[in-house]
């Protein structure tokens, strides 16, 4: 670096105070956009910890497939017994979880349910009380498995499952590489709002060219970031297969636990209808 | 835009599965290519997911004070090619509907449909003509514009046949209880006044950046194409055909005018089919033969399936030479 | 004049503790430097002094006014904060995000509403204070480590705030550099500005820092002395060499 | 041996130059420490050494081999490649993907098939060499600055690598862990791994390197010196201590 010229004296400017015009600001979005990335960030840090009884532990694969045909199942019934059965055998594995996770598990769902259910209220004038209750059920119920599902199962085990299932490498590895970096690409935007902000000193006239700057800065840098992940990951013997620990196969357990849904699906061929 | 479960029924969600899985062998093998000529496309594709994730999370003002999020289909079509934006927005889709509660599980088909095939490639087609008649930027507007709101309108259209494919005897709906004429004029509306200038606005900010800062990371299209994917989606989506057979209901688009009106005055809805569809678009024409041969059953599904592939073949093969002239 | 006082602050991370019951009084006008071991909590405190995070518990007040979450809700009072406290990000990378270097200085002062000579007198003034002008038309995200983290200190100085945190500014640089920014930092505190550096190299900054903080590996503070105290403990300053 | 051989090598970013006319010869077992301003190609070069970049003009051998970017296109002979030259990167956090400590190192050895007793010894043997005990079940992303550089090093360690390219690895750590992590790379380097690394802290590494490479600020070599060479130029030593 060349030496600069030593001037002892700092520009007019910056040896006084600037006063900051006090505009009001209406513009609030980066708090609330960084409140949901540091939510989204902790979930993805410690994914609820999932809960696993050693003895009854199921492969992910099968988890997998109880849920699609547990979810299937349950848009196909219209019978009011079978649905009731799937609900109770839901609840008598929500026991199992703790009380904590409970309390979570029932506030996302009502929430969720809510969301649902304030689409199709408007329905109650078009298609009466009884409709809008079973669909309302319904929907309920499914989400109530997906829920159980996300609850207790970490990233890992999807990927297994995926994995599995047979899903393509090309599949799998994108799904993998999207979660990492869903962590760091969140926490790279999360700092680069934070930063903006920082030097965010007056209502900002074009906020949304500041949109651009972050994700145009957000794309190029994932770009870079892509050329040397991916030279990090085969620097470190990726072959374009995750290899990952895959568990053992099918056992008994497995089958136990895909036996009520299997039996809910033989009570609907046979009888549901 | 993400259908939730139960939105849909399982007839119209596996036809739409069923139609996904050609175009993911597509994208697969599209994208294969284009990783042999770029390698860094690969973690591109999971870094892309991701993006589009964060997109879809980011809130952005509208005047009036409330909010909405871009998708980000045409952009990352443009970004990264169409066919990996397809793929790397399944992963995004999939992704939430698992993890994030975002979307319905049996509804994946139908998300993936209307988010990351129709979206991506309406919107990239409108700006690879753009870019064709030196007006890049606009047809990307119109691009994304147009895709977002071609994608709520099949959203629209998909739920609202819910009423007339699926429904208990007395004609009370079992899945979503809007009809057309409710469906779609609320998706389109939502989308044409507010979710769409949101995409616009949001695409043409980011591509402006990017093509300001480097330029060279933009998508650039490839000189040749092959044409063993379109055998491949031939073959598949011939293979994939029958399981529309296993559909219980009356599968997705397969009535008749008189049938719809049947159905819609059953449902109160309205007292005649709209007249679009019984003067537009003509499905007497189209789907009244197979039983008039006296064929059986499966085979009329089999050959109207067939029929599908073909649309669905010209339709791309239209794409395909465009892209095709463009670079000569 | 007191500027910033923390009281018995502690911050804990999800499933880390950040800093655990930490006081520290701050004048204006002084030049104060963080060291302690890698994870001690040095970045964490800057990110509260700035405003970025909220204590979990304990009090942090600035030029008398308490910051807490709720203060911070405004966006307007936000916006007077920042303005009044700049930062340097350990990671620079995070901080450009416009498409110029010259643009990246301007984003600050062009908010304020000056005019654009004055806004282009501030742009060649922080780029020659920081001996960047040739990377003046230079894209921020190409720049090398070192360039990044001379171009971050431009934009932040180019807003003027009174206190100035830098997290460990030296970083990349050439000894060269390090020593004209040292330097820049001395001017800057002669002028009335306060400056709170985190940094691990005792051996440059003992020169012109006056105040030095310092954290043990649990998270607290070690010792809090000045330059005068501390030439007298021999064994302390043993132990800042290797910090 | 010679190990790494670059003829007249040039190297052009979009809009600027990133190295110019550059030659070099690097045998198996040398210490090389890469010195000059911001900017000049130190990280350039070690791009193009670790294959991640072709060079606009000239030729690269590594072990008698032209890497080119016909020859790299190819998946298999990139990853032969990667997993002879390992890599820590100047901004860490693009290295750390994985969900723990212990998973992201395991992941190198994990891709090689290793049993799996093995890789859990070859992640406790790279925790206790960076001295990254404490570390193990956090996330990467989450560590400090130099929490994230000492555990990128244990990442690329664990698949031992013949040759080591460091970007500024000593960044952001303490003195104390600076010495630390030159005496690795010594003890490293004596097993037979040939250490090329960049720095601009000359006075920690002036012990433990035995060939400075210095740049100048045109992107090209201005001296190529091994350190007894070095001992009796005092005026160069002089300038590296401004590097
Ligand atoms: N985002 C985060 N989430 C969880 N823990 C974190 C996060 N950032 C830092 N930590 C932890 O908090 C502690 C303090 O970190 P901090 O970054 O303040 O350290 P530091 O003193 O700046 O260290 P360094 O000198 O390495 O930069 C460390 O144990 C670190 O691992
Ligand atoms: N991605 C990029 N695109 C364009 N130019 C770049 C890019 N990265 C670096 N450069 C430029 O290339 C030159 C060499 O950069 P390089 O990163 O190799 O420097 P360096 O010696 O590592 O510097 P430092 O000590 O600051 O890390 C610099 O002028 C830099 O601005
Ligand atoms: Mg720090
Ligand atoms: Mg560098």
């Known amino acids: 670096m060349k030496p600069t010229p030593s001037t002892t004296n700092l520009p007019e400017w910056l040896s006084n105070p600037t006063t900051s015009p006090s505009r009001p600001s209406k513009v609030n979005f980066w708090q609330r956009n960084q409140r949901h990335l540091r939510g989204l960030l902790n979930h993805l840090a410690q994914p609820t910890p999932i809960v696993t009884d050693q003895r009854w532990h199921i492969t992910p694969q099968i988890k997998l497939i109880r849920l699609l045909a547990l979810v299937i199942l349950i848009a196909l019934i219209n019978n009011v017994v079978l649905l009731w059965g799937l609900a109770l055998l839901l609840g008598s594995q929500l026991l199992w979880l703790p009380p904590q996770q409970l309390r979570q598990f029932m506030s996302h769902w009502l929430v969720s349910i809510g969301i649902a259910a304030i689409f199709v209220l408007p329905s109650y004038w078009l298609a009466g009380p009884a409709t809008l209750g079973f669909f309302i059920f319904k929907t309920s119920l499914m989400l109530a498995n997906a829920q159980y599902y996300r609850f207790t199962t970490s990233v890992q085990d999807l990927l297994t499952g995926l994995k599995a299932l047979h899903c393509p490498d090309i599949f799998i590895m994108t799904l993998a590489i999207a979660l990492t970096y869903l962590r760091m690409l969140g926490q790279h935007l999360l700092l680069t709002m934070e930063a903006l902000e920082l030097r965010t000193v007056a209502p900002t006239k074009h906020p949304y060219r500041l949109i651009g700057a972050l994700f145009g800065n957000l794309y190029l840098k994932s770009y870079t970031y892509a050329l040397e992940l991916y030279a990090a990951m085969e620097a470190r013997g990726f072959n374009g297969h995750y290899s990952r620990g895959i568990a053992s196969s099918n056992h008994w357990r497995d089958y136990l636990a895909l036996s009520p849904a299997l039996v809910a699906w033989m009570l609907f061929i046979f009888w549901g209808r | 835009m993400h259908i939730p479960d139960n939105y849909l029924s399982p007839a119209t969600c596996g036809t739409l599965i069923a139609a996904m899985a050609p175009i993911w062998t597509v994208a697969g093998i599209k994208v294969k290519a284009q990783i042999k000529r770029h390698h860094e496309t690969l973690p591109m594709l999971g870094i892309a997911a991701s993006l589009a994730f964060l997109i879809m999370m980011f809130n952005l003002p509208i005047p009036?004070?409330?909010?909405?999020?871009?998708?980000?289909?045409?952009?990352?079509?443009?970004?990264?090619?169409?066919?990996?934006?397809?793929?790397?927005?399944?992963?995004?889709?999939?992704?939430?509907?698992?993890?994030?509660?975002?979307?319905?599980?049996?509804?994946?088909?139908?998300?993936?449909?209307?988010m990351a095939v129709i979206m991506p490639f309406v919107g990239y087609a409108c700006y690879r003509l753009g870019q064709k008649l030196h007006h890049e930027k606009l047809g990307l507007a119109i691009g994304a514009y147009v895709g977002i709101n071609t994608a709520a309108l099949v959203a629209g259209i998909e739920l609202g046949l819910q009423p007339l494919l699926a429904h208990t005897a007395s004609g009370a709906p079992l899945y979503c209880p809007y009809g057309l004429n409710v469906a779609v004029p609320a998706m389109l509306t939502a989308h044409l006044l507010i979710a769409g200038w949101v995409e616009v606005a949001f695409t043409l900010l980011v591509f402006q950046f990017v093509k300001k800062v480097a330029p060279t990371n933009l998508y650039q299209v490839p000189a040749r194409t092959n044409q063993r994917p379109w055998i491949a989606l031939l073959l598949g989506l011939a293979a994939l055909s029958p399981l529309g057979l296993l559909a219980s209901n009356t599968a997705w688009g397969e009535w008749d005018a008189t049938e719809l009106k049947q159905r819609l005055v059953q449902q109160h809805v309205s007292t005649s089919a709209p007249r679009g569809m019984v003067h537009g678009f003509h499905f007497q024409a189209l789907f009244s033969n197979y039983d008039i041969a006296g064929l059986p059953i499966s085979m009329g599904y089999i050959l109207s399936a067939l029929t599908a592939v073909l649309i669905f073949l010209l339709l791309i093969r239209g794409l395909q030479h465009e892209t095709n002239t463009i670079n000569h | 004049m007191l500027l910033l006082k923390l009281v018995n602050i502690c911050y804990d991370y999800p499933n880390t503790c950040g800093l655990d019951q930490l006081s520290l009084d701050i004048h204006a006008g002084e030049f104060v430097c963080l060291m302690g071991p890698n994870g001690s909590g040095k970045s964490t405190l800057l990110r509260i002094l700035s405003g970025l995070a909220s204590p979990t518990t304990g009090d942090y007040q600035f030029d008398g006014q308490a910051i807490t979450a709720t203060y911070l809700a405004d966006a307007q009072r936000r916006q007077q904060l920042h303005q009044r406290i700049g930062m340097v990000f350990q990671n620079t990378d995070v901080q450009l995000f416009n498409t110029s270097v010259a643009e990246e200085i301007a984003f600050g002062p062009r908010q304020l509403g000056l005019a654009s000579a004055v806004i282009e007198q501030r742009v060649t003034d922080c780029l020659e204070l920081t001996d960047c002008q040739d990377l003046r038309d230079r894209i921020p995200y190409q720049l090398s480590g070192g360039e990044k983290k001379r171009v971050a200190l431009a934009s932040v100085l180019a807003l003027n705030p009174e206190v100035l945190l830098l997290d460990e500014p030296l970083n990349g640089l050439t000894i060269a550099a390090q020593q004209q920014m040292l330097t820049l930092l001395q001017r800057l505190q002669a002028s009335g500005k306060t400056i709170i550096m985190a940094s691990h190299n005792y051996q440059q900054v003992q020169a012109v820092a006056e105040r030095f903080i310092i954290f043990n590996s649990t998270h607290q503070i070690d010792a809090d002395l000045a330059r005068a105290d501390l030439n007298q403990q021999p064994d302390r300053q043993a132990q800042l060499m290797t910090l």
């Open chain 2, 64 to 114: 009036g004070g409330t909010t909405a999020h871009a998708v980000g289909g045409t952009l990352l079509a443009v970004l990264i090619g169409p066919w990996a934006a397809c793929l790397a927005l399944t992963v995004t889709l999939l992704l939430q509907a698992l993890l994030f509660g975002d979307g319905g599980i049996l509804a994946f088909g139908a998300n993936a449909l209307n």
